[in-house]
Nanobody
Framework: QVQLVESGGGLVQTGGSLRLSCAAS????????VGWFRQAPGKEREFVAA????????YSADSVKGRFTISRDNAKNTAHLQMNSLKPEDTAVYYC?????????????????WGQGTQVTVSS
């Protein structure tokens, strides 16, 4: 069993930056894909970015490419999402998720473990 805890959300102005963290307990991320998703009020949850922990390869949604970067800290078993040039449309609850990595290239689905979410609000 993997427990995920997100942190780092908050209120920021347009153009600002935030760094989200996802800490895991119960198991290391070494054989997992760790992803970030977000859900805005009245909208469906959407994929943001993911990282294959053992390989280090990453994938991001087009809407955040060039602005958001996902990374890993092996020593702390923590994933990060660095968010720069934030826009009001980035406002959402951000969730960390994890699944076993079968190296199949599916970044979007099959996540078994989810955190409780952290609110990110970007003011205009």
């Amino acid at each position: 069993q993997v427990q995920l805890v997100e942190s780092g959300g908050g209120l920021v102005q347009t153009g600002g930056s935030l760094r989200l963290s996802c800490a895991a307990s119960g198991r290391t991320f070494s054989s997992y894909v760790v992803g970030w998703f977000r859900q805005a009020p009245g909208k469906e949850r959407e994929f943001v970015a993911a990282i294959s922990w053992s390989i280090g390869s990453t994938y991001s949604a087009d809407s955040v490419k060039g602005r958001f970067t996902i990374s890993r800290d092996n020593a702390k078993n923590t994933a990060h999402l660095q968010m720069n040039s934030l826009k009001p449309e980035d406002t959402a609850v951000y969730y960390c998720a994890a699944k076993i990595d079968y190296y199949g290239g599916d970044w979007y689905g099959g996540y078994n473990y989810w955190g409780q979410g952290t609110q990110v609000t970007v003011s205009s």
